[in-house]
């Protein structure tokens, strides 16, 4: 599990995202990873290899992180954040307010969590 954590954090420190309390931050972080570990092994695949999945599990981590975040109303400077996120040839930018934009940055990394059902497995 600290590889993973450390990869978040290495994710989030490229991206601006992390907060200051470093300690508060990798709390958060297991917590997000154990959500989305319980979610792959009950409704994706409870004997999927986390290898196989390992950049879109580190990618909808950091989605459920920002979204416990702001759950716990704990805030993220966003000014020097993303403002706009390229992925193969297409590129989103945005432009929304202050309030709004960590809510679609959350949402961008959780949207990956439909690309986890191409893994789905049918269990008897």
């Known amino acids: 599990m600290e590889e993973i954590i450390f990869k978040v954090e ?3 420190l ?3 995202l992390a907060i200051e309390d470093s300690i508060l931050s990798r709390k958060i972080i297991k917590m ?3 959500s989305i570990q ?6 994706i695949n409870p004997f999927i290899e986390f290898s196989l999945i390992e950049d879109i599990f ?3 981590v950091i989605g459920e992180y920002l979204r416990l975040l702001e759950v716990a109303n704990i805030g993220i400077d966003l000014e020097e954040a993303i403002k ?4 193969g040839d297409t590129s989103i930018t945005y432009f929304e307010k ?9 949402n961008y990394f959780l949207e990956k969590k439909r690309m986890l059902y191409n893994f789905k497995a049918i269990c008897w």
């Open 10 to 12: 290495s994710k989030l």
């Open 58 to 60: 580190i990618d909808v």
């Open 32 to 34: 997000a990873i154990v």
């Open 14 to 16: 490229t991206l601006k």
């Open 38 to 43: 319980k979610f792959i092994k009950a409704e």
């Open 98 to 106: 202050k309030e709004n934009r960590l809510n679609i940055v959350s």
């Open 84 to 87: 706009t996120i390229k992925e």
